[in-house]
């Protein structure tokens, strides 16, 4: 979507000037007026009417609660230069957008930066619910204070959001047990590496578990399914010995699903006899995931467009505030797989963000 600050780029003049030749308010030489309407019919831009007299009125804040992010772990870098991208976008409707992230390891830090982002008294919230029952707790505030609310990634049951913006998880599980079945179709056994159990127990990781486990149950495949618990993936020596002692103990593995974005530190910590006998199937397009995929240590990645996921939420906030158009209630975004092909960390949106 072009904006009022892109074509004020292209016309190499101030966002204040062009917004006088789209309202016609004079002070603008001939030139460039000419210049700045050439440039906007090219790009077929126009004014809306009814959502520019609202922003004029009135003055949105939409406040994000998300997970923070390090070279460790990259996943939640994408949903937030999609916020980015969609603040600079909805600026020009009268729509203000902060961004509070929290540590996702610690239940103080969600409601530490909730408490703050309170403070800024938002016309709506955007927030990944990581914990449930600190979840419960930060909508009580915003319910009583009338306050609307819409989960980011992660979608829980039993809550009065009024939209979910994120992946089907239970389909993409589905799907994963699918490729899995269909890279391995002869009879062999399966594992599924857990992690974080001290996480809400609702979320996304368990639909996925859900959805994978039930393609072979309605395909009747007589696969056997086994589970290993690793508490700390991060902790490269707990997860090498624990991967490496059971898949020696376990000969008849043949593939791996881990419904994470962590399937990296997996292959990490893996012998090389596993890695070349074993399929792997991991989710999202972080760029040590790519490697892997890449150097044939996975064979597929889920990617639930995450740089998307931001995105699109600003975008059905910002409409639900200014032209009160009211979202779906789940809004599942498409469910991308990944090979060694095609795949990109970035797409150039997401790209242009991080180096601006």
């Given at each position: 979507?072009?904006?009022?600050?892109?074509?004020?780029?292209?016309?190499?003049?101030?966002?204040?000037?062009?917004?006088?030749?789209?309202?016609?308010r004079?002070?603008?030489?001939?030139?460039?007026?000419?210049?700045?309407?050439?440039?906007?019919?090219?790009?077929?831009?126009?004014?809306?009417?009814?959502?520019?007299?609202?922003?004029?009125?009135n003055?949105?804040?939409i406040?994000?609660?998300?997970?923070?992010?390090?070279?460790?772990d990259l996943?939640?870098?994408?949903?937030?230069?999609?916020?980015?991208?969609a603040?600079?976008?909805?600026k020009?409707?009268?729509?203000?957008?902060?961004t509070?992230?929290?540590?996702?390891?610690?239940?103080?830090?969600?409601l530490?930066?909730?408490?703050?982002?309170?403070?800024?008294?938002?016309?709506?919230?955007?927030?990944?619910?990581?914990?449930?029952?600190e979840?419960?707790?930060?909508?009580?505030?915003l319910?009583q204070?009338?306050?609307?609310?819409f989960?980011?990634?992660?979608?829980?049951?039993?809550f009065?959001?009024?939209?979910?913006?994120?992946q089907d998880?239970?389909?993409?599980?589905y799907?994963?047990?699918?490729?899995?079945h269909?890279?391995?179709?002869?009879?062999?056994n399966?594992?599924i590496?857990?992690?974080?159990?001290?996480?809400?127990?609702?979320?996304?990781?368990?639909?996925?578990i859900?959805?994978?486990?039930?393609?072979?149950?309605k395909?009747n495949?007589?696969?056997?399914?086994?589970?290993?618990?690793?508490e700390?993936?991060?902790?490269?020596?707990?997860?090498?010995?624990?991967?490496?002692?059971?898949?020696?103990?376990?000969?008849?593995?043949?593939?791996?699903?881990?419904?994470?974005?962590?399937?990296?530190?997996?292959?990490?910590g893996?012998?090389?006899?596993?890695?070349?006998?074993i399929?792997?199937?991991g989710f999202?397009?972080?760029?040590q995931?790519?490697k892997?995929?890449?150097?044939?240590?996975?064979?597929?990645l889920?990617?639930q467009?995450?740089?998307?996921?931001?995105?699109?939420?600003?975008r059905?906030?910002?409409?639900?505030l200014?032209?009160?158009?009211?979202?779906?209630?789940?809004?599942?975004?498409?469910?991308e797989?990944?090979?060694?092909?095609?795949?990109?960390f970035?797409?150039?949106?997401?790209?242009?963000?991080?180096?601006?």
């Amino acid at each position: 979507m072009i904006t009022i600050k892109d074509i004020a780029k292209e016309a190499n003049v101030s966002e204040g000037t062009v917004d006088r030749v789209l309202h016609n308010r004079g002070g603008v030489s001939k030139k460039t007026e000419a210049t700045i309407k050439a440039i906007l019919k090219k790009h077929n831009f126009s004014v809306n009417p009814v959502a520019s007299a609202l922003a004029l009125k009135n003055k949105f804040h939409i406040a994000a609660l998300v997970p923070d992010f390090n070279d460790a772990d990259l996943f939640w870098k994408s949903p937030y230069l999609g916020i980015l991208k969609a603040t600079e976008d909805v600026k020009n409707f009268g729509t203000q957008v902060s961004t509070f992230k929290f540590n996702q390891y610690e239940k103080a830090s969600y409601l530490a930066m909730f408490k703050k982002l309170l403070k800024t008294k938002p016309s709506a919230v955007l927030l990944v619910p990581t914990f449930l029952n600190e979840t419960k707790e930060v909508v009580q505030f915003l319910e009583q204070l009338e306050i609307p609310y819409f989960f980011l990634n992660i979608d829980l049951e039993g809550f009065n959001n009024t939209a979910f913006i994120g992946q089907d998880s239970y389909t993409a599980g589905y799907i994963a047990g699918k490729l899995m079945h269909s890279n391995q179709p002869n009879l062999c056994n399966f594992l599924i590496i857990q992690s974080r159990s001290s996480i809400t127990k609702n979320n996304a990781i368990f639909k996925r578990i859900e959805g994978f486990n039930d393609y072979f149950i309605k395909k009747n495949v007589p696969y056997k399914i086994e589970t290993l618990k690793i508490e700390n993936l991060n902790n490269q020596q707990e997860t090498k010995k624990a991967i490496n002692t059971y898949l020696k103990k376990h000969s008849d593995i043949k593939g791996i699903f881990v419904p994470s974005s962590r399937i990296y530190m997996l292959v990490d910590g893996m012998e090389q006899q596993f890695l070349e006998n074993i399929k792997l199937i991991g989710f999202d397009n972080t760029p040590q995931n790519i490697k892997c995929l890449q150097n044939n240590s996975v064979s597929f990645l889920i990617s639930q467009k995450p740089f998307d996921q931001g995105y699109e939420s600003i975008r059905i906030i910002t409409d639900y505030l200014i032209k009160n158009k009211i979202p779906d209630h789940k809004i599942f975004l498409p469910i991308e797989i990944l090979l060694k092909e095609n795949a990109n960390f970035m797409d150039r949106h997401e790209l242009k963000i991080e180096n601006n």
